[in-house]
């Protein structure tokens, strides 16, 4: 077992926020899901306020060992979501961590109330990979944002609140820093990193969004120094990922000083990539962190 | 977690290993039969995720690296095989079309919602472009119905030589070289001028799902479409193969491929990847 903001998770591979989606899963392979659910904790695709339908197709360009998406946070919103999400997710065999993006300090407040009264939420993420619409900064580029940010939210609830940062900034070590001043619980990355394709044909921007997020082994080298220098400049608990394919990625991840690691877009190659890296991960490869935090995960 | 899910046939969980045993060659398709004993008998218009287990990358521009979404073009009774029709256009298919027997291939699968029986007792028309024909093969077997209508387009000869994998069809290519000069929906006219009292069952690329979906609208005559989106997961977890429909986008993966022509303002919608 493994100890993560007092939660207790059987072991440290969760599922990156926007890479898994339980109840389709569930429509998909029946009862199995549950009975061999992949992750120690389930952390939800991003909830905004208002219902979003996401960007106009195509939302994918696949890279070289990775992809690049352009999805644009599809969600039923905070009221869909309540409704009819939240109780089926609740019924999952392990904890929910809701992640969740508000476009304004007061959109985020609202959706960290709504989730704060539910014994079904373990935990909050909060997705600042978006510009504040008030400032026009992006909230997680920015340490004073996620200060500020942080400072409003953090009174509305006990629960632990992990700040999910984004690679697409100049100084992430000094976001981190300036969200756990202000309280935050933990923090996750990396993100997906900014890029765009072209149509091969007529040289215009592949992706309806036009700019998208890449991910898979193609950023793995860059996760793994942006949660280095991020678990070196805090004392909360870091969650690693970034092109997590093996448990020898995921062990790097730790020994680079994260207590949990997210697989995301390995799933989308084989759905049960997070029970195999879980069963992957072996203690003794792991080479010890300077501040030992990297050997959290110790018991098999 | 829900009640129990009867629109689909479920797919075990998790990338599974099969081994191909055979390969077909006709024109420009390769056909690949691999052997599933542990897999369920899919329903035709069900898709898998394909991958070959090794030297799946490096190919051109070091790709590929996803798997790729296929539709189920036979899975023969009395047998644990699974067929699958490739053409070769891209660094997927490319590794796909290059393999032989003994080969291992990664699956995920049954996915989707396949076809619908008709309604009503039409007589069911099957509508196919080019390598969109495989899933009407399917379910040309499993209608088990000699009075359907098979109607293929296609572009020229080497790509009409797939027409063999359907019963009875009538043929058109752009090109004359195979039946008539022309387009499958000029075949399809002439059928429902004959029968309106049909359903049409089609897939191919998306120009002509939209002229099928228009001519079928105008005669007021129901129809099922086999959709085609670029695809990452095929299981609902990247919500990147949606379409645009009457209510907004939805995931071909989860809630298609097999759409209802009604719920569509358009089938012109972007297909496959790149």
């Known amino acids: 077992m493994i100890s993560f903001c007092g939660i207790e998770l059987a072991h440290p591979v969760i599922n990156a926020s926007g890479t898994f989606d339980a109840i389709a899963a569930r429509r998909a392979f029946g009862d199995a899901l549950v009975e061999h659910f992949p992750f120690a904790a389930f952390v939800s695709k991003t909830v905004t306020v208002a219902p979003r339908q996401g960007n106009p197709p195509p939302r994918l360009w696949e890279l070289p060992a990775g992809l690049m998406n352009s999805i644009g946070l599809p969600n039923k919103g905070l009221e869909g979501y309540l409704a009819h999400d939240l109780p089926e997710l609740a019924r999952l065999p392990v904890p929910l961590i809701v992640n969740v993006m508000g476009f304004s300090r007061d959109e985020v407040a609202r959706l960290v109330t709504a989730f704060a009264q539910r014994d079904e939420v373990a935990a909050l993420e909060l997705n600042v990979s978006c510009p504040n ?5 992006v909230m997680g580029a920015d340490p004073d944002e996620v200060g500020r940010l942080m400072g409003a939210v953090r009174p509305l609830t006990d629960k632990p609140l992990i700040v999910k940062l984004t690679p697409n900034a100049s100084d992430v070590p000094a976001v981190a820093i300036a969200a756990e001043r202000e309280g935050a619980s933990a923090v996750s990355l990396i993100n997906t990193i900014r890029g765009m394709a072209l149509h091969p044909r007529t040289g215009e921007p592949w992706l309806g969004g036009t700019t998208g997020g890449a991910s898979g082994p193609a950023v793995r080298a860059i996760a793994l120094s942006q949660v280095q220098s ?26 680079a000083g994260a207590t949990l690691v997210a697989v995301g877009t390995e799933s989308f190659r084989d759905p049960s990539a997070g029970a195999r890296i879980a069963a992957e991960l072996a203690p003794s490869t792991v080479a010890p962190h300077p501040s030992g935090r990297g050997l959290a995960w110790v018991s098999r | 977690m829900t009640a129990a899910v009867t629109d689909r046939v479920q797919a075990p969980f998790g990338a599974r290993a099969t081994r191909l045993v055979a390969t077909e060659r006709h024109g420009a398709y390769t ?12 329903q035709g218009g069900q898709f898998y995720m394909l991958r070959a287990a090794t030297r799946w990358g490096g190919g051109a521009d ?6 790729r979404a296929f539709s189920v073009l036979r899975a023969p009774a009395q047998t644990d095989e699974l067929h699958f029709l490739i053409e070769d256009v891209g660094p997927g298919t490319a590794r796909l079309s290059e393999l032989g027997p003994g080969d291992e291939l990664l699956i995920v699968g049954p996915l989707g919602v396949g076809f619908a029986a008709p309604r009503e007792d039409r007589r069911p028309f099957l509508v196919g472009g080019g390598v969109g024909i495989a899933p009407l093969a399917i379910w040309q077997d499993d209608l088990q119905e000699p009075g359907a209508a098979v109607l293929l387009g296609f572009r020229d000869a080497a790509h009409a030589a797939g027409a063999k994998l359907l019963t009875g069809p009538r043929i058109a290519t752009d090109d004359g070289s195979v039946g008539r000069r022309g387009l499958v929906t000029e075949l399809l006219t002439d059928a429902l001028d004959a029968d309106p009292h049909a359903e049409v069952y089609a897939c191919g690329p998306p120009p002509m799902l939209e002229a099928v979906r228009a001519l079928c609208a105008e005669r007021d005559v129901p129809a099922q479409l086999a959709l085609e989106s670029g695809m990452a997961c095929g299981y609902g977890a990247c919500f990147g193969c949606v379409v645009p429909t009457t209510d907004g986008y939805i995931r071909l993966c989860v809630d298609g491929p097999v759409l209802d022509a009604a719920r569509l303002e ?4 972007p297909g496959a990847g790149h």
């Open chain 2, 31 to 42: 056909v690949l039969r691999c052997a599933d004993p542990g897999g369920p008998r899919p």
């Open chain 1, 230 to 255: 991020v678990a070196a400049a805090v004392d909360i608990p870091v969650i690693g990922m970034g092109g997590v394919s093996h448990g020898r990625h995921a062990a790097e991840i730790l020994a």
């Open chain 1, 133 to 137: 619409v008030e400032t026009g900064l």
């Open chain 2, 266 to 269: 358009t089938a012109l919608t």
């Open chain 2, 62 to 67: 070091e790709r590929p690296y996803l798997p």
